[in-house]
């Protein structure tokens, strides 16, 4: 399964199918980037990092990959499981501290 | 679990009524942060602390909210004479603080729901 972060704000997938989750970030000064995972009534929890100079980063069944040309980000997992259900968020940083998170995309799995 | 607790969980109040949150961070992290979630929308910065000094504030940061962070270690997020509009779930973070990293990963912990009646 594929989605778009910030037109198609839901995903369903079936279990053990690879998703993706994409993110087009604002800034093309953005130099490192996380993607987050949120339960509900949880903080975010911290997935997996990239920063600019990297094309491709993995993970634990988790990949990021980072198109700087048209500011595009995507997380894939592999082999989706039920655990996984949650909202997905890529943050941006370009200067200081301060990360700017996207909408986030919900993503559910079909057991 | 990431190691930064929030305090309280929950917190209902009246409009006009002043309320404090409660963040202690992983506690080997100089850095600290606050920010702010909405229903239906990712985090927005508020502001950052590395150790006691505050150095960065969002503009979304009015002068009906303050934070503190005395000892470098725990901090308090406190907000005056609340509105409606502050209902929201916030959320503090903390990271390392590497010497010579302009930033870290940061780790969030559960939040504070705020609703304001």
């Known amino acids: 399964g594929e989605s778009v972060g910030l037109h198609l704000p839901t995903l369903s997938v079936q279990e053990g199918d690879n998703s993706i989750i994409n993110c087009a970030y604002s800034n093309s000064a953005s130099d490192y980037f996380i993607w987050y995972k949120q339960e509900s009534g949880k903080g975010p929890q911290f997935i997996i990092d990239?920063?600019?100079?990297?094309d491709k980063r993995q993970g634990q069944r988790v990949t990021v990959l980072l198109n700087k040309t048209v500011k595009h980000l995507s997380l894939q997992i592999a082999a989706t499981q039920p655990g996984d259900s949650a909202v997905y968020f890529c943050?941006?940083?370009?200067?200081?501290?301060?990360?700017?998170f996207g909408t986030g995309t919900s993503l559910t799995v079909i057991p | 679990d990431t190691g930064v607790s929030q305090d309280p969980r929950h917190k209902i109040t009246k409009r006009g009524q002043n309320v404090t949150f409660r963040c202690d961070p992983i506690s080997e992290h100089n850095r600290l942060y606050w920010y702010r979630q909405t229903l239906g929308q990712g985090p927005e910065f508020l502001t950052y602390?590395?150790?006691?000094?505050?150095?960065?504030k969002s503009r979304l940061l009015s002068d009906r909210f303050s934070a503190e962070r005395p000892k470098g270690s725990f901090s308090t997020l406190e907000i005056q004479r609340t509105e409606q509009g502050d209902s929201a779930m916030y959320l503090c973070a903390s990271s390392l603080g590497r010497r010579g990293a302009s930033t870290d990963t940061q780790y969030f912990g559960p939040g504070t729901r705020l609703t304001v009646l």
């Open positions: 943050a941006e940083n370009s200067f200081g501290n301060q990360f700017y």
């Open positions: 990239i920063r600019s100079n990297m």
């Open positions: 602390f590395q150790n006691e000094a505050q150095l960065e």
